[in-house]
């Protein structure tokens, strides 16, 4: 049982109506300008609770796994991106969640517990942005403060061949191979201590969620957690 107390999050009707007709449109757009693997489907606890958690290459993530995935996601994006074009109308229509990169903000944190209070799946990426290259870089903790409070499952994902260039190679006909590995849920362990002791305890579970998301990946995709990679049994 889910141990904090949040209001319901609601997604306005009309951003419902544009989830609705646009993930198939993505979907099969995806489809056409790649060749597209997902495994691990069986994974996902379907009608609850739960983070998926993803290594973020490029602007192609987010849209791949929201378009893929079974379930309809709701999500973490940094506030830059509501104010770029396209992407930007992208996002409102999708009705994200906007995160001031480098900022404690206490209502972003509200809002996603209340998304998973109400029985959401959320997505985030624990890098806190996308990288612009294929190798993991070190997670930030505020994945682990949101798990901590709502003591949900963690579903690691890894993302191969959503690099910059794949929209330009999609185009002049390459069809580019794009990989959705999903790994099996896990809970991760009661944070210890306080203070001090307590951030190096948020960071080691933050690390640890990197950990099997590498394992998900080529070995050239895992950077920093290369030594630290758990593969799914």
């Known amino acids: 049982m889910r141990k904090f107390a949040q209001p319901a999050y609601r997604v306005p009707l009309h951003n419902r109506v544009v989830r ?7 979907r099969g757009l995806f489809h056409i300008l790649a060749s ?13 609770p739960y983070m998926v958690t993803f290594n973020h290459i490029s602007l192609y993530d987010p849209p791949f796994i929201l378009a893929c995935w079974p379930e309809m996601l709701e999500i973490l994006g940094a506030s830059n991106v509501w104010r770029k074009p396209f992407q ?10 906007q995160v001031h990169r480098g900022e404690y903000d206490r209502v972003v944190f509200d809002k996603a517990l209340s998304v ?18 294929t190798a993991l870089r070190r997670a930030k903790p505020g994945l682990a403060f949101i798990i901590e409070k709502a003591n949900v ?3 690691p994902v890894g993302i191969v061949g959503t ?5 330009a190679r999609s185009i002049r006909g390459k069809r580019p191979v794009l990989e959705m590995h999903i790994g099996k849920p896990f809970h991760l362990p009661a944070l210890t201590g306080t203070g001090d002791e307590r951030r190096e305890s948020r960071q080691r579970n933050a690390d640890l969620v990197m950990a099997h998301i590498a394992g998900l990946l080529p070995e050239h995709y895992r950077g920093v957690y290369a030594d630290q990679a758990i593969s799914p049994d």
């Open 20 to 26: 609705f007709l646009f993930k198939p449109v993505f």
């Open 116 to 133: 998973l209070a109400s029985g959401r799946p959320l997505l985030m990426s624990p890098e806190g942005g996308r990288s612009h290259i």
């Open 88 to 97: 930007g109308q992208l996002a409102w229509l999708y009705y994200g969640i």
């Open 163 to 167: 690099t910059d260039d794949f929209f």
């Open 153 to 155: 499952p963690v579903i």
């Open 36 to 48: 597209i693997t997902i495994t691990g489907a069986k994974n996902i606890p379907f009608k609850q």
